[in-house]
């Protein structure tokens, strides 16, 4: 990849802290958990920032509401240049499916124009780990995951076109900002983009259970519908089905 | 009314909590052996921007408002005071000083180096014979030729041993004295006839200096005249008001972590068979830890947003700075008592708060003189 006037998306999600979150009868009760930066998200800016060197442009994207602007507006403070938030016109559930999430993110990847994009292997509290599979699905780009090894993160490094990266959410972080950095982040402007998408129009027929799976089982592994779907359409990708 | 904090300032509360806990917290006990802060922590709070953090960008400052910095001020004064006295006299007088009184070469020249923490800054205004009668100084400053002579002998001055910069408050018309007489300088280390006196050894803040500074036929430039020749009386007072709001706010940060260790105290120590929390004498005295507090804490949030509203604050921050350091050692005595014979110990940090504390009804003007600010704004306003 280039080295100078390089263009990097950064795919960045917003959670609950899970390690503060109440149990009510047995339940996790997530309502009154503070919300945070994704980790996998802060990791990815990392990426991003020594991938490139010093010349990339770096633009956030976000389903993040706006009311978690604030948290996002950090990793303007962390080294990112642009951070554009998705909107669409589709209700939450909807907007929630993952097809939906990547289909958007897509979209805001062209807006930005990005040579790359950078994202957590799997967030902390949905931790399914589709939405990079997927994204890349949708680009057509290769699909590259890296992994943390002695505090440095290995296997992008050959990646030589555009592509997709998912990073381990417990390796490097940006440094800490200092004040300025953040006050500058507060001023910034924030680009809002709402993306037309569609649902996918897929019947769920049920799982097959495990005793009776045969081949294909990276696509019959998932319990979850939207696991199982994300991962059908990697594959039809890969086998360009579609 | 909206007592939301903007998520902004929540960030900024947070990275300084983290880095009481995690840098300054672990180093409290060295620093109070040893008298002083290790370069390296100053340098990380330079990097993090602590000793810019009210002033424009185009200075280089974080461009934060006075509700920020006392948000700020409060997260750091949770810590061992010295560390908050290192940053206020710089930030709130002396910085402050060169922002409210400078001309804008002297602006461009002096604050990027302050706000970036490369030159440290002192207000050298206290005399032997000028405490809280400060139109009373002594230090003269004549003009020969294109240069400024300053003589006299500044009392008391925090940083004063350390600094690169002082902001030198002198007569130089002893018939005119506050309504036009005084004048403020810059000198910088190194000005011939500049050196530190005595270095105090004091009751408590170990880890932060104060220091006699001597000016002995001081020569200082004439474009280090801070602003306009006798503007020096008018612009000490404003940084004055403004530097009691970032009193105030230290006051509330080091009193609620005093109300935390008291909570946590007491809920741990078992006698007669259960944890003192469970006798109302604590739990009183705990409670009234806490209205004090939240008191203090909403006067300090209210004058500093009538401060970024560029309301007068006068008498609010007399006020604010009267009762939250009372409160302050209100709380620091209470601290000692719910915590008993270890609260009384040198390897406890509320023994250190309960010495540290009390400077605080004493500098940036007596609470006296305070009171006599409130009583005569009441007098002349009526209300």
Redesign the interface.
């Known amino acids: 990849m280039a080295t100078t006037h390089f263009r990097a998306c950064v795919l960045a999600k917003v959670v609950r802290r899970t390690d503060r979150m109440l149990v009510t009868m047995g339940e996790m009760d997530a309502s009154e958990a503070e919300w945070q930066l994704d980790a996998g998200s802060v990791a990815a800016l990392e990426w991003a920032r020594r991938f490139g060197g010093a010349a990339t442009e770096i633009t956030v994207l976000s389903w993040a509401p706006p009311e978690q602007?604030?948290?996002l507006?950090?990793l303007l403070a962390q080294g990112a240049h642009r951070l554009i938030r998705i909107t669409t016109p589709l209700g939450a559930e909807e907007a929630a499916d993952p097809l939906v999430v990547a289909d958007g993110l897509v979209q805001g990847i062209r807006v930005a124009g990005a040579e790359a994009v950078f994202c957590g292997s799997r967030s902390s509290d949905e931790g399914r780990g589709a939405t990079g599979p997927m994204v890349a699905a949708l680009l057509g780009w290769p699909f590259v995951e890296a992994e943390a090894a002695g505090g440095t993160q290995t296997g992008a490094a050959a990646v030589t076109g555009p592509a997709v990266v998912s990073v381990d959410p417990l390796g490097p972080k940006p440094g800490?900002?200092?004040?300025?950095a953040?006050?500058?982040a507060?001023?910034a402007p924030v680009e809002s983009l709402e993306v037309q998408v569609r649902r996918p129009q897929v019947q769920y027929t049920g799982i097959i259970p495990g005793t009776e799976r045969g081949r294909g089982r990276e696509v019959l592994a998932g319990t979850a519908l939207d696991e199982a779907l994300s991962l059908l359409l990697v594959r039809l990708r890969e086998r360009r089905v579609f | 009314m909206d007592f939301t904090i903007p998520?902004?300032y929540?960030?900024?509360r947070k990275?300084v909590h983290?880095f009481v806990v995690e840098r300054l917290d672990p180093i409290s006990q060295k620093v109070e052996e040893e008298d002083e802060i290790p370069p390296e922590i100053i340098k990380e709070m330079a990097?993090?921007?602590?000793f810019?953090?009210p002033f424009p960008?185009e200075y280089?400052?974080?461009?934060?408002s006075k509700l920020g910095y006392a948000l700020?001020l409060e997260e750091l004064g949770a810590s061992s005071a010295c560390f908050s006295n290192l940053i206020a006299p710089h930030v709130s007088l002396a910085t402050s000083s060169v922002f409210i009184g400078g001309t804008e070469a002297q602006k461009q020249k002096y604050l990027p180096p302050m706000c970036a923490g490369e030159k440290l800054g002192a207000f050298a205004l206290t005399e032997p014979n000028a405490g809280s009668d400060a139109a009373n100084i002594e230090t003269r400053a004549e003009k020969k030729g294109d240069k400024w002579i300053l003589n006299g002998t500044k009392n008391w001055i925090t940083n004063g041993s350390i600094a690169d910069v002082v902001i030198v408050y002198a007569l130089t018309d002893k018939n005119l004295r506050a309504r036009g007489g005084i004048t403020a300088f810059i000198v910088e280390k190194g000005f011939p006839g500049f050196r530190v006196g005595t270095v105090d050894v004091k009751m408590g803040l170990r880890g932060s200096h104060t220091a006699q500074l001597l000016f002995e036929n001081c020569e200082v430039p004439e474009e280090n005249v801070l602003g306009e020749v006798g503007m020096g009386f008018l612009t000490a007072m404003k940084v004055l008001d403004g530097g009691r709001i970032g009193l105030a706010a230290g006051a509330v940060g080091g009193a609620q972590r005093l109300l935390e260790l008291s909570i946590q105290w007491a809920n741990t120590r078992v006698q007669f068979g259960q944890p003192i929390a469970n006798n109302q004498a604590i739990q009183w005295m705990l409670a009234d830890m806490a209205m004090e507090i939240e008191a203090a804490r909403l006067m300090t949030y209210k004058t500093a947003w009538k401060y970024d509203q560029g309301l007068k604050i006068t008498r609010d921050a007399a006020m604010v700075k009267a009762f939250a350091s009372e409160m302050a050692c209100h709380v620091a005595d209470k601290a000692v008592q719910i915590h008993g014979g270890i609260g009384y110990m040198r390897e406890y940090p509320i023994e250190r708060a309960y010495r540290d504390t009390r400077i605080l009804k004493i500098y940036e003007g007596t609470n006296e003189i305070q009171r006599m600010i409130i009583a005569r704004d009441l007098l002349k306003v009526g209300h």
């Open positions: 602007e604030g948290l507006r950090q800490k900002p200092n004040f300025m953040v006050s500058r507060f001023k | 998520q902004e929540e960030i900024l990275m983290d990097e993090l921007g602590f810019g953090l960008e280089g400052g974080g461009a934060v700020f």
